[in-house]
């Protein structure tokens, strides 16, 4: 079974930039879809963008032209690299394979105005 750990969330001022990863540990990582979602204070879960085993990428729209997927199936790895960040993307980031596993414990975004 397939499990994923997120990493490299943090505090940065709006504008900023980060990269998170999502290490996969495990057989078969390369034929899953992967997907990032998050989570803000009182808010659902949702779905932010999903890349699949051949790499196609799909966002929603408000991280679209801001955020991109990718993924390095060598490395066991899938990225978000989050550019023009705004308070509101501030929430826990989570990657999962959807429809497989439990979620994990998601990094931690925070947007500063």
């Known amino acids: 079974q397939v499990q994923l750990v997120e990493s490299g969330g943090g505090l940065v001022q709006s504008g900023g930039s980060l990269r998170l990863s999502c290490a996969a540990s495990?057989?078969?990582?390369?034929?899953?879809?992967v997907a990032w979602y998050r989570q803000a204070p009182g808010k659902q879960r949702e779905l932010v963008a999903t890349?699949?085993?051949?790499?196609?990428?799909n966002y929603s729209d408000s991280v679209k032209g801001r955020f991109t997927i990718s993924r390095d199936n060598a490395k066991n790895t899938v990225y978000l690299q989050m550019n023009s960040l705004r308070p509101e993307d501030t929430a826990v980031y989570y990657c999962?394979?959807?429809?497989?596993?439990?979620w994990g414990q998601g990094t931690q975004v925070t947007v500063s105005s």
């Open positions: 999962k394979i959807p429809g497989v596993g439990s």
């Open positions: 890349i699949t085993r051949v790499g196609n990428t």
């Open positions: 495990g057989n078969s990582f390369s034929i899953y879809t």
